[in-house]
């Protein structure tokens, strides 16, 4: 069975940090491509930032520059490093691996955690 656990969203202030961590079970965690979604009220979830394999990287404009993914394949483990934090940035956020196996796209498993409430206050 595929888990996903997501950790560490809270309150913080506009401009403040907040570090996510995705603990991931069920799966070959060290081969996945990984990625970060959000889902504000009212919104789609969607892709933020992945992480392939190899630690290649790709974020959305609206991170860009302010957040960091990162991964510890011994710890089956994934990590959003969330700095300058904006009144946009509220949402929960979860994690979740490419079932895809393709360069092109990043394709969720049909696996969600409960995912971690992100709030910023102004």
């Known amino acids: 069975q595929v888990q996903f656990v997501e950790s560490g969203g809270g309150l913080v202030q506009a401009g403040g940090s907040l570090r996510l961590s995705c603990a991931v079970s069920?799966?070959?965690?060290?081969?996945?491509?990984m990625a970060w979604y959000r889902q504000a009220p009212g919104k789609q979830r969607e892709l933020i930032a992945m992480?392939?394999?190899?630690?290649?990287?790709n974020y959305v404009d609206s991170v860009k520059g302010r957040f960091t993914i990162t991964r510890d394949n011994a710890e089956n483990a994934l990590y959003l490093q969330m700095t300058s934090l904006n009144p946009e940035d509220p949402a929960v956020y979860y994690c979740?691996?490419?079932?895809?196996?393709?360069?092109?796209?990043?394709?969720?498993?049909?696996?969600w955690g409960p995912g971690t409430q992100v709030t910023v206050s102004s």
């Open positions: 979740n691996a490419d079932q895809s196996a393709r360069a092109s796209v990043f394709v969720p498993t049909g696996y």
């Open positions: 069920g799966l070959t965690f060290s081969i996945k491509s």
């Open positions: 992480i392939r394999s190899g630690g290649t990287t």
